[in-house]
């Protein structure tokens, strides 16, 4: 009769060993999953970052073109009341600062033609284009001085929670906060969703 003799040589896993492994595993998933959130985040930044400084770059030289070439002086409406206006020309840029759009406001920065008398502010009746992008404001607009003409632009993208000074001062002049910063973003959560641009031209007319 043969006898067999069991192999004692039978190598597996223990359960300390499985649980090491799916530890370094879990941590592996975890670190990925921050990294992709992160990357992500940098993604939506970018592409609201690029947003608003389309906004402020094609405002800009849409006005450095009509101050260069025209011949009649900005009109500034001194009306009181929210919304106000310039007029570089014939063209009319009725503004409000500091309310979204998209908000309670219909429109922030409305390009029009004024067809006849003085600057006034738009009643939006006639046909003209929005040129501030969805779930953005103005925080600065004014025109100032006389060739050469002094232009501020701000643009801030995102909600008044992640914005400091969102709704700016009254002025139409740079807009500042309380700690002398301009307004930008808190860098708080959701800060992917916040963006701001800010520029100044100095415009003088064509001879």
């Given at each position: 009769m043969i006898k067999r003799q069991k192999s004692t040589n039978q190598q597996g896993f223990t359960i300390i060993e499985l649980m090491i492994a799916t530890s370094i595993l879990?941590?592996?998933?975890?670190?990925?999953?921050?990294?992709?959130t992160s990357i992500g985040r940098l993604y939506y930044k970018g592409i609201n970052q690029v947003r608003v400084q389309d906004n402020v770059r094609s405002?800009?030289?849409?006005?450095?073109?009509?101050?260069q070439l025209t011949n009649m002086a900005v009109a500034d409406n001194t009306d009181p009341t929210q919304v106000k206006a310039y007029c570089v020309g014939k063209t009319r840029y009725t503004f409000v600062l500091g309310s979204k759009l998209g908000g309670i406001v219909q429109h922030v920065l409305w390009r029009d033609t004024l067809l006849s008398g003085t600057c006034r502010a738009s009643d939006f009746t006639q046909p003209g284009d929005e040129l501030i992008t969805p779930n953005a404001r103005l925080t600065a607009f004014s025109i100032a001085g006389d060739s050469p003409y002094i232009v501020n632009i701000g643009v801030a993208y995102g909600d008044d929670d992640l914005l400091t000074n969102p709704r700016g001062s009254s002025d139409g002049t740079r807009q500042d906060a309380a700690d002398g910063t301009r307004?930008?973003?808190n860098g708080d959560i959701g800060q992917q969703f916040c963006a701001?641009?800010?520029s100044v031209s100095v415009i003088t007319k064509r001879l």
């Open positions: 879990s941590v592996i998933l975890v670190m990925a999953t921050i990294m992709m405002i800009s030289e849409g006005i450095t073109q009509r101050l307004v930008q973003c701001t641009a800010y």
